[in-house]
């Protein structure tokens, strides 16, 4: 759905019948099964300790062979990248067929690299599996990490403390970051910055699991520093969030699977009398019979003791990674309306507007492929042809190119200005059909800032959802765990927080909507959740295995199912829509119930006791790396 209302908006090629488009069919499913064969070898290393007759042979064969599929995808990676694709003219026609060419072929390029990082990561495991053989070619950073890999896989957490220092210590030195492909960047910079990346994943998803909560930590650390000491040129991308929450959540999962081994809370007495002090007295026990006496009295008590002691330890973690949380984020730009947000550019922006949006902003000239084209091409490239189509054609007016000829308007400051406008209308297309399909102002071009202010709005909520992501990501770990109540108790500490932040969002929403006299849905559904609501979606989500179960087992009728219908009902009455597309948290229960019933996740390592979690937090600021002697 493109928002507008025609049979066909655009005509003049056949869907499905480019070069790419041609190419596309036949390259991703083969593609797809090799990713397949490679996330199966690593499952396959995964559950090594429970085959001890695993052929070191077959393993070895399965090493070469994931060596062989990436030199091959490194040679298409290359044959892709270098095949040409016609310069399109300015026409909406050929500027759409240019982008469906161009997105194709960025969409291969970009399976062909995550193939490639999975065959890199499955060869990287399988090598850990096998016995240590070094040959005089091997790279000393390809040994460390064949040594840190079968640590890591065999659970060895002696020579994992070892190794990681010196591992991440060689890492910080190299790029993190990368030019995305749509912005002039090079796909083996981008692969190589995607390989460092899978590297640093793997770490984070085992590394808690083994008890190592401080190094997970460090490999962050580590991940902020290569970003922040190497950086491209041009607009560079950040995978920071998504190994972030990797980290966290591995870390909340591992300290919420060990509860039930935390040992029993008693409070400590002497075992003998001390000299000089009174003697001990034993405290008086209240006479029952066996039969008056309660044997859950404490169980409970000491469950309740687990619950306080977990939520205060979740409090802790989340409080320590909210720093590298936040830190990271202030010098991140989450959404293109951020660029417009300060008074003196957007005075500009409306300005710009006001005097040329009727033949710049139409609907029409809005599509998502033509605006692809243009920020593909450049700003420049698109005022250079409505100088050329005025000069062709005697009959056609346009005051921005008159302007531009005159000297009254700046040509850099006109470029720069609708380059932020199309990258924040692309930014968000979503919310441009949502405004182009309910409201009247979409009808014309000179009034596109109206939908502006709206995504400064916007922005200004992601901001503040974004610094609350540890938050929420915590809450999730709590309502899928063994200890699904929690979740309640940890949702009444956040609203404490977000209350306001989130009163205020409303308020400028409903200035605006009073100014520009216009509303959409789905924007007020979502600065109405107030940062909370996704809560109450985690909580259906958790209740989804629950209903399935009791449903295969057909135990009826079933609470969890009458819990989470009850949820339903209740998140519906607060949730209204613009009804363009399946609202995201409708989405989200889908993927739930299609997601196929994992197995019992397993218990952290033994040791991750809460005197151990607590140690680990008092020095979760000191380096594991350590201090290079000083050669005489």
Not at 357 to 377: C, D, M, N
Not at 422 to 445: A, M
């Amino acid at each position: 759905d493109d928002g507008f209302d025609a049979e066909l908006l655009d005509e003049g090629y056949l869907p499905g019948a480019t070069e790419f488009e041609s190419l596309y069919r036949e390259l991703v499913p083969r593609l797809r099964f090799l990713e397949s064969i490679a996330r199966l070898w690593q499952q396959l290393v995964a559950g090594a300790p429970l085959m001890p007759d695993l052929d070191p042979d077959k393993a070895r064969s399965w090493t070469e062979h994931a060596r062989t599929v990436q030199e091959e995808l490194l040679g298409l990676l290359d044959a892709i990248w270098q095949h040409p694709i016609p310069t399109p003219s300015a026409q909406s026609d050929s500027g759409i067929e240019f982008d469906i060419q161009l997105q194709t072929k960025y969409e291969l390029l970009q399976l062909v690299m995550a193939v490639h990082v999975q065959a890199r990561r499955a060869e990287l495991m399988l090598r850990g599996l096998l016995p240590t053989e070094t040959t005089d070619t091997d790279r000393r950073e390809h040994r460390l990490w064949r040594l840190l890999t079968g640590a890591v896989i065999h659970g060895d957490t002696a020579t994992i403390r070892q190794a990681l220092p010196v591992v991440l210590r060689r890492l910080a030195r190299q790029p993190l970051l990368y030019v995305p492909l749509d912005a002039d960047g090079d796909p083996h910079s981008m692969l190589a910055a995607r390989t460092r990346h899978a590297d640093l994943q793997f770490l984070v998803e085992h590394l808690p699991k083994l008890g190592l909560l401080r190094e997970t930590s460090q490999v962050l650390r580590t991940a902020y520093r290569m970003e922040r000491t190497s950086r491209p040129d041009g607009a560079a991308v950040t995978e920071f969030d998504r190994l972030f929450r990797l980290a966290l959540r591995h870390t909340l999962e591992a300290v919420c699977h060990s509860v039930h081994d935390w040992p029993q809370t008693h409070a400590r007495r002497p075992r003998r009398d001390i000299p000089g002090t009174p003697p001990r007295q034993k405290r008086p026990r209240p006479r029952h019979s066996r039969r008056d006496r309660r044997p859950d009295r404490r169980r409970s008590q000491s469950g309740l003791n687990r619950d306080q002691g977990l939520l205060q330890i979740f409090g802790q973690l989340v409080d320590r990674f909210q720093v590298s949380w936040l830190r990271h984020s202030s010098r991140t730009r989450l959404a293109a309306a951020e660029a417009i947000e300060p008074e003196d550019i957007w005075e500009d922006v409306r300005e710009f507007i006001a005097n040329y949006g009727s033949e710049l902003f139409a609907a029409p000239k809005l599509t998502l492929g033509h605006i692809r084209t243009i920020l593909h091409q450049g700003t420049d490239w698109l005022l250079e042809h409505l100088e050329s189509e005025v000069a062709e054609d005697p009959l056609a007016e346009s005051l921005l190119v008159n302007d531009l000829q005159a000297g009254n308007l700046d040509r850099e400051q006109a470029s720069h200005i609708l380059q932020m406008i199309y990258q924040t209308i692309i930014d968000r297309y979503y919310r441009f059909i949502e405004y182009n399909t309910t409201t009247t102002q979409s009808d014309y071009g000179d009034k596109i800032h109206c939908l502006l202010d709206f995504l400064r709005l916007e922005a200004a909520y992601d901001r503040d959802a974004w610094n609350f992501a540890p938050s929420e990501i915590a809450h999730e770990v709590l309502a899928q765990g063994p200890r699904p109540w929690l979740a309640t108790a940890w949702e009444e500490i956040c609203g404490r927080g977000v209350r306001q932040h989130a009163e205020g969002h409303l308020q400028r929403l409903a200035e605006l909507e009073s100014l520009w006299g216009m509303r959409l849905p789905g924007l007020t559904d979502r600065l109405a959740e107030r940062f909370l609501r996704p809560l109450a979606v985690n909580r259906m989500r958790a209740l989804v295995e629950a209903a399935r179960a009791d449903a295969r087992a057909r135990r009826f009728p079933s609470m969890a199912f009458a819990q989470l219908q009850v949820e339903v009902d209740r998140y519906l009455d607060e949730t209204h829509g613009s009804g363009i597309d399946v609202p995201p948290w409708l989405q989200k229960l889908e993927q739930e119930i299609d997601r196929r019933p994992s197995p019992s996740r397993p218990r952290a390592a033994a040791g991750l006791t809460p005197r151990a979690i607590a140690h680990q937090l008092a020095t979760w600021q000191r380096s594991i790396m350590r201090r290079r002697r000083k050669r005489k």
